[in-house]
């Protein structure tokens, strides 16, 4: 990895060892870096405030081989990165602003991918997690983690269920909690469209009657309108002598008739005084016929308002008009059967909520089992290696158990609370001496017992993970003396089957570490390019001096770091 701007760390390259390389330094040096790097690098969050002071942008840029169709190297090419020479190369990249960018192989990429490939490339076990791990749900999830399929298929299973009776039961309740609010609504909508029934209205009804009331209303002005308009066009039968527009043009058409032969441009005037005569004859026609067909019935006038009065009392209750109200009535009638088939449907869900509680023990029932077996076996394990880890008295086991709950689902002949992980409440136990009685291990160990407690699980876990680098940040906080060679020992075996990158402040853990890198700050505070380097020969015994004792030149302390140094070797 190059590290740039990146907290105390100016400019500096890390190159981890195949194997198991330890990364010590002074408080405060900037090791932390190291593992806030590597988290970047896999998605972790930006934090602005890691940019160094001064710095536009923090920079981190990894090289990791990756085997050729391995999960991790398929789905980096599927996001259209390339492999250089079998290595993936990751760079992310922290503005001080806050932005944050992430290249895969080349291809900018969203942070997104670096997480989803995280887990395929490395696990970080450190503080964090170990604190973590002392809650109870966490340790259900290292156990189901574990138990690998064996859990993993019966709880995909258990959770679709959980989802799916969640939804049943909310529903059932809304309906039988609401069912007085439901069957009000159902006598308003009822009453509204009986109402609508009553009147039987047509679409745009309302606008045709519109029109004939204003129609009926001015019949006389109306009719007496027509008739001096007719007898204007046609003229009028008590007046022979009068003269008339159609008698005026048809005589002005004779007049151009007799001459258009002599200009061709008068013709064509006449043609257009034909057709005007035409014209003035049909209109003339349809003059007469409106006033003879114009209904002037007051009777007729009565009943189009009385037809008008009921159709605008639904359209003060139902819509804006007529169209609107038809439209609120087919929508009503439909809401209308869904509210009454609510008895129909309260009784098919009451059915499939039953047959999914149902379905919910069995699958509960066998998350137990599964859960169960795997406990004894993840317990053994980890108590094989308390036993190399100084502690071989030390028993670990599991207490797997369910609460009562009238409301809840059956579980071995109980009715017990559940929830979408199960009905399990998962706690992990340690009895640290033959006689002790198992308890719960944030209670049942000290602080060193407790580090080595977390380290035997991660260890384990780290032999059920497939990904090929382990990085352990401090895991080993609190334990000294022989137990701190034991836990380096451990390590050192771990890494002959994956690459392990610890963290570490112990001299016992370093000893045994294939490479170790010394992270030390410049006289201005920051780490720079030279400030990370490969301790070997006198360097590493010097660091290893300085660790046991604070001094890099005690003689008692190099002799001490060469016998570590040399008992590392001889377990290789």
């Given at each position: 990895?190059?590290?740039?701007?990146l907290?105390v760390?100016?400019?500096?390259?890390v190159?981890?060892?195949?194997?198991?390389?330890?990364?010590t330094?002074?408080?405060?040096?900037?090791?932390?870096?190291?593992?806030?790097?590597?988290?970047?690098?896999?998605?972790?969050r930006?934090?602005?405030a890691l940019?160094?002071?001064g710095?536009?942008?923090?920079?981190?840029?990894?090289?990791?081989?990756?085997?050729a169709?391995a999960?991790?190297?398929?789905?980096?090419e599927?996001?259209?990165?390339?492999?250089d020479?079998?290595?993936?190369l990751?760079?992310?990249?922290?503005?001080?602003?806050?932005?944050?960018?992430?290249?895969?192989?080349?291809?900018?990429?969203?942070?997104?991918m670096?997480t989803?490939?995280?887990?395929?490339?490395?696990?970080?076990?450190?503080?964090?997690?170990?604190q973590?791990?002392?809650?109870?749900?966490?340790?259900?999830?290292?156990?189901?983690?574990?138990?690998?399929?064996?859990?993993?298929?019966?709880?995909?299973?258990y959770?679709?269920?959980y989802?799916?009776?969640?939804s049943?039961?909310?529903?059932?309740?809304?309906?039988?909690t609401?069912?007085?609010?439901?069957?009000?609504?159902?006598?308003?909508?009822?009453?509204g469209?009986?109402e609508?029934?009553?009147?039987?209205?047509?679409?745009?009804e309302?606008?045709e009657?519109?029109?004939?009331?204003?129609?009926?209303?001015h019949?006389?002005?109306?009719?007496?309108?027509?008739a001096?308009a007719?007898?204007a066009?046609?003229?009028?039968p008590?007046?022979?002598?009068?003269?008339?527009?159609t008698?005026?043009?048809?005589?002005?058409?004779?007049?151009?008739?007799a001459?258009?032969?002599?200009?061709?441009?008068?013709?064509?005037?006449?043609?257009?005084?034909?057709?005007?005569?035409?014209?003035?004859?049909?209109v003339?026609g349809?003059?007469?016929?409106y006033?003879?067909?114009?209904?002037?019935?007051?009777?007729?006038?009565?009943?189009?308002?009385?037809?008008r009065?009921?159709?605008?009392?639904?359209?003060?209750?139902?819509?804006?008009?007529i169209?609107?109200?038809?439209?609120?009535?087919?929508?009503?009638?439909?809401?209308?059967?869904?509210?009454?088939?609510?008895d129909?449907?309260?009784?098919?869900?009451?059915?499939?909520?039953?047959?999914?509680?149902?379905?919910?023990?069995g699958?509960?029932?066998?998350?137990?089992?599964?859960?169960?077996?795997?406990?004894?076996?993840?317990a053994?394990?980890?108590?094989?290696?308390?036993?190399?880890?100084?502690?071989?008295?030390?028993?670990v086991?599991?207490d797997?158990?369910?609460?009562?709950?009238?409301?809840?689902?059956?579980?071995?002949?109980r009715?017990?609370?559940?929830?979408?992980?199960g009905?399990d409440?998962?706690?992990?136990?340690?009895?640290?001496?033959?006689?002790?009685?198992?308890?719960?291990?944030?209670?049942?160990?000290?602080?060193?017992?407790?580090?080595?407690?977390?380290?035997?699980v991660?260890?384990?876990?780290?032999g059920?993970?497939?990904?090929?680098?382990?990085?352990?940040?401090?895991?080993?906080?609190?334990?000294?003396?022989?137990?701190?060679?034991?836990?380096?020992?451990?390590?050192?075996?771990?890494?002959?089957?994956?690459?392990?990158?610890?963290?570490?402040h112990l001299?016992?853990?370093?000893?045994?570490?294939?490479?170790?890198?010394?992270?030390?700050?410049?006289?201005d505070?920051?780490?720079?390019?030279?400030?990370?380097t490969?301790l070997?020969?006198?360097d590493?015994?010097?660091?290893?001096?300085?660790?046991?004792?604070g001094q890099?030149?005690?003689?008692?302390?190099?002799?001490?770091?060469?016998?570590?140094?040399?008992?590392a070797?001889?377990?290789?």
């Amino acid at each position: 990895m190059r590290i740039r701007s990146l907290g105390v760390i100016d400019d500096a390259v890390v190159e981890l060892s195949p194997g198991f390389t330890a990364v010590t330094g002074e408080t405060g040096a900037g090791k932390t870096m190291v593992v806030t790097s590597l988290g970047l690098l896999l998605g972790g969050r930006a934090d602005p405030a890691l940019v160094r002071v001064g710095a536009k942008s923090a920079v981190v840029e990894g090289r990791i081989t990756v085997p050729a169709g391995a999960p991790a190297a398929v789905r980096a090419e599927e996001a259209g990165a390339d492999l250089d020479d079998g290595a993936l190369l990751i760079s992310r990249t922290i503005s001080a602003e806050g932005r944050s960018r992430a290249h895969l192989g080349g291809r900018s990429v969203p942070v997104g991918m670096l997480t989803e490939l995280a887990d395929e490339l490395v696990a970080v076990h450190g503080q964090t997690d170990q604190q973590g791990l002392l809650k109870a749900a966490r340790q259900r999830q290292a156990l189901d983690r574990y138990a690998g399929d064996a859990v993993a298929g019966p709880h995909e299973k258990y959770v679709a269920a959980y989802r799916r009776l969640r939804s049943v039961s909310a529903e059932l309740d809304e309906l039988t909690t609401r069912a007085r609010e439901r069957a009000q609504e159902a006598d308003l909508l009822r009453f509204g469209l009986n109402e609508v029934a009553g009147v039987e209205p047509r679409a745009g009804e309302d606008l045709e009657l519109a029109a004939e009331a204003e129609r009926l209303g001015h019949a006389e002005a109306l009719a007496s309108a027509a008739a001096l308009a007719h007898a204007a066009l046609a003229g009028n039968p008590e007046d022979p002598e009068g003269v008339d527009a159609t008698t005026l043009v048809a005589g002005a058409g004779r007049a151009l008739d007799a001459v258009r032969s002599h200009d061709p441009a008068l013709a064509a005037l006449a043609d257009r005084m034909g057709e005007i005569s035409i014209l003035l004859g049909d209109v003339a026609g349809e003059l007469a016929g409106y006033a003879d067909n114009l209904d002037a019935d007051p009777l007729r006038l009565a009943a189009v308002e009385e037809r008008r009065a009921a159709l605008t009392a639904l359209t003060r209750k139902y819509g804006e008009d007529i169209n609107a109200v038809l439209a609120w009535a087919e929508e009503s009638a439909g809401r209308l059967t869904e509210l009454e088939g609510d008895d129909d449907r309260i009784g098919e869900l009451t059915v499939e909520r039953d047959a999914l509680r149902e379905e919910l023990s069995g699958l509960a029932q066998a998350l137990t089992d599964a859960r169960t077996e795997a406990a004894a076996r993840f317990a053994e394990a980890v108590t094989a290696e308390l036993a190399s880890l100084a502690m071989p008295h030390a028993r670990v086991s599991f207490d797997i158990r369910q609460s009562e709950d009238p409301e809840g689902i059956e579980v071995g002949g109980r009715r017990v609370a559940y929830s979408s992980s199960g009905a399990d409440e998962v706690e992990l136990l340690l009895a640290p001496h033959p006689g002790a009685q198992p308890r719960p291990i944030a209670k049942g160990a000290s602080g060193g017992e407790l580090s080595r407690v977390m380290l035997a699980v991660e260890v384990v876990f780290a032999g059920t993970d497939p990904v090929p680098t382990y990085l352990f940040d401090e895991v080993d906080a609190g334990v000294g003396g022989k137990a701190a060679v034991e836990i380096g020992r451990r390590l050192a075996k771990l890494a002959k089957t994956a690459q392990v990158v610890v963290v570490t402040h112990l001299p016992q853990v370093a000893a045994f570490a294939d490479r170790q890198l010394l992270v030390e700050k410049t006289n201005d505070g920051s780490v720079t390019r030279s400030g990370v380097t490969v301790l070997e020969g006198e360097d590493r015994v010097r660091e290893l001096s300085r660790m046991l004792a604070g001094q890099e030149d005690s003689e008692t302390a190099r002799a001490h770091a060469e016998e570590l140094l040399a008992t590392a070797r001889s377990d290789a």
